[in-house]
């Protein structure tokens, strides 16, 4: 102001200039951009435990996480083509139950059965082959293990997917498959391989790639066992599917176990958050319309109630 003249005969050239109403018109304009931000943003809340009545069939997927299932003859892995094909099947899921159990040399459970999709996904991007410390393949134990670990006293259709190569089952796996559909499950088999199999990568310290070899510094191939997933299924009273770098052939199998029993029953679940992305937008909108209102320059009547004057 100085750098003009003297104020007081600038207010006297300029009775209409105002010092403060360009400061508020640019902090409403500031805020106001803030809160519309925050409100493009998405902000959501209120998310709480329900209670929800579905209605139907329960699935317990058994997963072969053995180091024979890191062998590339299904792309990008055999082990990491399972996990995408559980999840393109969670995403099926609308009224079902879902549990996870892995094996390897032994069977462990993962998930317990759930209505609750988005834990079935975080679980399953936990798993790799470090999860289970023995190695080996025992799919008669996951079979015994995931029979136990339906819902007592359900109603429902029961059905066990397992998924794996086959290679070196080491237990009674058509008398574990027997003695689930003696209790009213049906088995289902995915393979998960090729029969002219693949070496087993591995990965030193220093971050060089390997396969893994014997002791007669041959290369280990891995190959699916077919013939004894058939069997598993044919015990199982369920179907076998092979999958390949396109198929997993869980789609065909759910369509199977979708045609079975439903019962109703009532599932705990997170409801989904509220949005409130209107309440930042609206606060916006308020500040835009307060910034148009107030002019740069004084007018007759804002004049008198002094509003925006600065008193010397």
Do not use: C
């Not at 107030?294 to 007759?300: N, V």
């Amino acid at each position: 102001m100085k750098d003009f003249g003297e104020h007081e005969i600038i207010t006297q050239l300029m009775p209409e200039r105002s010092v403060t109403r360009p400061v508020v018109k640019l902090t409403l304009l500031t805020l106001a951009l803030a809160f519309f931000i925050l409100g493009i943003a998405g902000p959501q809340f209120g998310n709480k435990l329900q209670e929800n009545k579905r209605k139907g069939v329960e699935i317990i997927i058994a997963l072969d996480v053995s180091n024979s299932m890191l062998a590339g003859d299904i792309q990008p892995s055999r082990l990491e083509r399972a996990k995408q094909a559980i999840s393109s099947l969670v995403d099926r899921l609308r009224n079902d139950k879902i549990g996870l159990v892995v094996f390897a040399g032994e069977a462990f459970t993962q998930l317990p059965i759930t209505a609750d999709y988005v834990s079935a996904k975080m679980f399953l991007s936990t798993i790799s082959p470090k999860i289970v410390s023995v190695q080996g393949t025992a799919i008669g134990a996951a079979i015994n293990l995931a029979s136990k670990s339906f819902s007592p006293d359900t109603k429902s259709g029961k059905a066990i997917i397992v998924i794996t190569d086959g290679e070196n089952h080491e237990d009674d796996v058509i008398g574990a498959a027997t003695a689930a559909h003696d209790q009213g499950i049906f088995v289902h088999t995915v393979g998960i391989g090729l029969p002219e199999g693949a070496p087993l990568p591995l990965v030193a310290e220093n971050g060089q790639k390997t396969f893994l070899k014997d002791n007669e510094g041959n290369v280990v191939i891995s190959k699916l066992d077919e013939a004894l997933l058939q069997k598993v299924a044919a015990a199982g009273k369920g179907i076998y599917i092979r999958a390949t770098n396109t198929e997993a052939g869980l789609n065909t199998i759910f369509d199977e176990i979708n045609k079975m029993n439903k019962a109703e029953y009532k599932a705990k679940v997170y409801s989904d958050y509220t949005d409130q992305f209107q309440w930042p937008i609206g606060i916006a909108l308020l500040l835009f319309l307060l910034e148009l209102i107030i002019l740069e320059r004084k007018t007759k009547w804002s004049g008198k109630l002094n509003l925006f004057q600065i008193k010397k």
